[in-house]
Nanobody
Framework: VQLQASGGGLVQAGASLRLSCAAS????????MGWFHQAPGKKREFVAA????????YYADSVKGRFTISRDNAKSTVYLQMNSLKPEDTAVYYC???????????????WGQGTQVTVSS
């Protein structure tokens, strides 16, 4: 599966952004989808994941209550709605897909190219 993330940008603290990740190739609904981010000089970190049907989600503690992951299987797209953005959310955001069905932060098989999110104070 090929993944293309978009929607990043430069915003002020407190603002909102919605990231999108469009998938092509094999059946989108057969993959658990996740979002990760990587800040300069830091390791890539898990942000959120969503089950194949969209019925279950899983978030990193740092984004709970501010970010919402969702998916539209008919459009082969996963979204990350980011509200109340903070400067520490500044990073490149990547979408990823995993085929084993488990809703975790590990063992993702496919990765998109990343989209930059910059939050100014």
């Amino acid at each position: 599966v090929q993944l293309q993330a978009s929607g990043g940008g430069l915003v002020q603290a407190g603002a909102s952004l919605r990231l999108s990740c469009a998938a092509s190739g094999r059946t989108f609904s057969s993959y658990v989808m996740g979002w990760f981010h990587q800040a300069p000089g830091k390791k890539r970190e898990f942000v959120a994941a969503i089950s194949r049907s969209g019925g279950s989600t899983y978030y990193a503690d740092s984004v709970k209550g501010r970010f919402t992951i969702s998916r539209d299987n008919a459009k082969s797209t996963v979204y990350l709605q980011m509200n109340s953005l903070k400067p520490e959310d500044t990073a490149v955001y990547y979408c990823a897909a995993k085929g084993d069905g488990s809703l975790t932060f590990m063992a993702y098989d496919y990765w998109g190219q990343g989209t930059q999110v910059t939050v100014s104070s």
